[in-house]
């Protein structure tokens, strides 16, 4: 089967809509690592335009917040308020919708969670030391993890070693097979990694063949919508700036 592979949409219905642009035709069923909503000013339509598409999604720490199951004094004063904001633009089917999305899953060889494997909903995956910690708490080959919004493979190279960090940039192809791997798509609706194009991969189950991708989108449409929504200058900019 040929997954679409995507992950912290953040209510990034521009940013979404033009990796299925993108993508179109060359994928069966979608993989979503959580954080649909959050950030972004359209949560409602991304919920929608996801659950038009076969697919399957996972639950991310903005999902729970969005929905107060998780408390958010840690979270940034920026972040706060779009939790906030958000948990008030979500409509009820919205709600119930994120509410029953699972936080770990597995299909055959692949574990799929937000997070981390240990902590899928709230430990970041951000260097090698972090993802050593994790590579024992997956049982498969492969897991798929979202989270820190930066398009990254680590590969295990033994038991005394740190893992090995793989850059996964635009274009490149990685054929999964015989090593076990942590794998970061990037975000589709607010990339970190200094690439402010929206990110996400492609995998083909029989061949394992990775390929990640980039996507420009209509940026300064969504500022506008977030200026018109009173939104944090940071969260405004940062869209611009990929950081
Ligand atoms: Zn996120």
């Known amino acids: 089967m040929r997954i679409l592979l995507i992950s912290d949409i953040h ?24 954080d649909l ?16 598409l076969p697919h ?17 004094s840690d979270f940034n004063a920026d972040a706060r308020y779009a939790v906030h904001w958000t948990a008030n633009a979500l409509s009820e089917e919205s709600k119930k919708y994120l509410h029953q ?11 799929l969670v937000h997070a981390s494997p240990r902590d899928p ?23 798929f993890v979202g989270h820190s919004h930066y398009p990254i ?16 940039p635009e274009g490149s192809e990685m054929t999964l097979n ?26 083909d189950t029989e061949t394992k063949v990775y390929q990640a991708r980039r996507v420009a989108y209509d940026i300064p449409a969504v500022q506008k919508q977030m200026i018109e929504a009173n939104f944090p200058e940071r969260l405004i900019k940062r869209l611009e700036t990929g950081n």
């Open 101 to 111: 999305l699972p936080v770990t899953l597995v299909i055959d060889d692949v574990t």
């Open 37 to 52: 909503v959050g950030y972004g000013p359209n949560p409602n339509e991304c919920v929608q335009l996801l659950r038009t």
């Open 153 to 168: 493979i680590y590969q295990e190279i033994g038991e005394q070693d740190l893992p090995l960090q793989i850059k996964s």
């Open 178 to 203: 015989g090593q076990r791997l942590i794998i970061n798509p990037g975000s589709v609706g607010q990339p970190r990694d200094g690439n402010p194009m929206a990110a996400y991969a492609l995998l």
């Open 121 to 143: 909903v709230l430990e970041y995956i951000l260097d090698s030391f972090i993802a050593a910690l994790n590579f024992p708490h997956f049982d498969t080959s492969f897991c």
């Open 11 to 34: 209510s990034n219905l521009s940013a979404f809509q033009a990796v299925l642009q993108d993508a179109e035709g060359k994928w069966d069923y979608v993989w979503c690592l959580g």
């Open 56 to 72: 399957l999604s996972l639950a991310g720490n903005h999902d729970w917040a969005s929905l107060g199951l998780l408390d958010i």
